[in-house]
């Protein structure tokens, strides 16, 4: 069995398949590790074509799902049979809160590239300059100038259906045609755009092919099925399994090993730097070690943190990485759940073809400087939202049987439309993961508890994201306005990161401006880990652009023999 390469990948999700099809190309014998079991494209798609009448119970949540999930059954993402195998086993995979905090996993190849919902948003300079100009945690060492040729770089290879608006909130891309807003999205638009001066109705960017075709496995334009998260066959949406793993293992240079969970990272004191990894087979549980030169901790935030813990050695008695004792602190997320609902009457003669996976967005439009500035907030959120048509006319549930009855079964009812907000959650030190190192799971190794909370300043916010939901509906003159807010629990919006934020000191940071550990120049993270503050747009963008320019610095670093 080989044992030693040139690099090793831990985690095969959105960073990961990223690190692996970028070192791969670079001609780098690559090593690429996943605790979960393998999932190929399509073949392993057992639920792609599935309709809702080949499952007993209509393919909704059962008492045998909220038993062996109840933890991820509490949210809306495990909801049915058809995609709760993309999920892992709560009982198998247990970890602990101190207070309510929802981890959102699925172990296995691709990870949650599979189930992500593919919007895809660059930062800005408003993101990268916030620490600075308001004194909160510490500053970034990049700004939007650094990342953004590999912002373009990632989405003219993902393929990303949107529309440049020229805002400098919301800065434009590299874009294949936009999937359309249906009519009464439209309607919205329209009246929001026209009655404000700070905002504007967009349509949805998210990484699915709407033109043409993009590397990997048979990638071409999205069918309209909308049944994304049981795996895309015809891999219109961006995902490792269909497009980054192809592309490395096409090289000939990648060994991929699945069911491989990463106990720690080896370091040598004398070399000053990792010499490989320690691997438990998920199956068997035993042990080998892997040798290589560079290093990417790909495994998600919570998994890269925990491995980086775990790797404790005389030079890291705190874990590798850890000078700065800021590993596992500055949690963050996105908190949402929180909006409105609406009707939108005089289009009752439209309807749509297809069930497109994207509806509008709303960039953000607080905190961006002149009048939109808060004074009882900081930061700012955008609006996610669609509209559909109901199946049942309200007639139909007054008329109990009939001639009547029958026809007014066939009209389909209202245009309903809701919008939710997604809000910047602030770098909180105090909000923090660490381990139990008294209870430890089935593989030896100790628990995950998560200590995290959002706070006065997202509070706030959530009242200003409910209020302008309404105003905004009500000048589209929506009606029977609904708004709500469901209490947002830590760790819903499955962004978590900043657990190892970069940084320039080293005293207040665990990873410099390319990624690499302060005091370990040949570990990389790249995922949402790294982050130093959370900005309010879908991260995955941003990760894979993080990875793609640390591997190009990677390779740098090995010719110049620095590593």
């Given amino acids: 069995m080989e044992t030693e390469f040139d690099a090793i990948v831990i985690g095969t999700g959105i960073s990961g398949g990223w690190a692996a099809k970028e070192l791969c190309e670079k001609g780098l ?21 599935d309709d809702p009448w080949d499952y007993k119970n209509g393919d909704v949540i059962t008492q045998e799902i ?7 059954s509490r949210t809306d993402y495990v909801n049915s049979e058809s995609t ?6 709560d009982l198998e995979h247990p970890y602990k809160e101190e207070k ?4 959102i996993r699925g172990y296995h190849v691709g990870g949650r590239s599979l189930l992500w919902a593919r919007h895809t948003y660059r930062l800005t300079d408003f993101d990268f300059n916030a620490n600075l100009k308001e004194g909160i945690a510490i500053d970034w060492p990049i700004r939007y100038k650094d990342i953004a040729p590999w912002y373009d770089y990632v989405e003219r290879y993902i393929g990303v259906s949107g529309k440049n608006e020229n805002l400098p909130h919301f800065p434009n891309g590299i874009y294949l045609k936009p999937m359309e807003l249906n009519c009464a999205e439209e309607v919205l638009q329209k009246k929001v755009n026209n009655s404000f001066d700070d905002r504007i109705v967009s349509n949805a960017r998210i990484a699915h092919i709407t033109e043409g075709t993009k590397p990997g496995l048979g990638r071409v334009s999205c069918q309209y099925r909308n049944r994304c998260r049981r795996g895309c066959p015809y891999g219109a949406y961006f995902s490792s399994n269909s497009s980054t793993l192809p592309a490395a293992e096409l090289t000939g240079n990648m060994t991929l090993k699945p069911n491989s969970l990463v106990h720690e990272i080896i370091y040598d004191k004398n070399l000053r730097k990792a010499t490989g990894v320690r691997v438990i087979d998920s199956n068997t549980k035993e042990v080998f070690d892997y040798k290589a030169k560079v290093i990417f ?16 050695s005389e030079r890291f008695p705190n874990g590798m990485g850890n000078d700065s004792g800021e590993l596992g602190h500055n949690l963050m997320d996105h908190h949402f759940q929180v909006g409105a ?10 309807y749509y073809i297809g069930r497109k996976p994207a509806g509008f967005y709303i960039p953000r439009f607080r905190n961006v400087g002149g009048d939109t500035n808060q004074k009882n907030y900081t930061r700012g959120y955008g609006y996610q939202g669609d509209a559909s048509r109901g199946g049942v006319s309200k007639n139909a549930l007054e ?9 007014s079964i066939t009209k389909p009812g209202d245009w309903s439309i809701g919008m939710q907000a997604f809000g910047e959650i602030l770098p909180y030190h105090e909000n923090k993961m660490y381990l139990d190192q008294d209870d430890k799971d089935s593989w030896g190794l100790p628990k995950v508890v998560f200590d995290a909370e959002i706070k006065e300043n997202e509070l706030n916010m959530r009242k200003d994201m409910m209020q302008q939901a309404i105003e905004m509906f009500e000048a589209a003159g929506a009606k029977e306005i609904v708004p709500y807010d469901k209490k947002y629990i ?4 499955i962004h978590e990161m900043g657990t190892a934020r970069m940084g320039d000191n080293p005293k207040n940071s665990v990873l410099n401006k390319h990624n690499q550990i302060h005091a370990v120049k040949n570990v990389y993270v790249t995922d949402g880990s790294c982050m130093t503050s959370s900005g309010n747009a879908n991260p995955s963008l941003t990760y894979m652009a993080l990875t793609a320019r640390a591997v190009k610095h990677a390779i740098q670093e090995l010719n110049k023999k620095n590593l």
């Fill in 29 to 49: 014998k690559t090593l690429v590790l996943e605790r979960g079991r393998m999932i190929k494209h399509i073949e392993d798609y057992t639920t792609m074509n």
């Fill in 66 to 72: 909220k038993r062996v999930q109840p933890k991820q």
């Fill in 84 to 89: 709760k195998h993309f999920f892992v086993n």
């Fill in 100 to 103: 309510p905090f929802n981890w």
């Fill in 297 to 312: 901790l790909c495994a998600s935030t919570v998994g890269s943190t925990s491995i980086l813990m775990q790797s404790i």
């Fill in 341 to 350: 609902d609406a009707i939108i009457e005089g289009i009752e003669e439209k």
């Fill in 399 to 407: 008329l109990g049987y009939g001639s009547d009855f029958k026809r």
């Fill in 490 to 493: 830590f760790g819903n919006g």
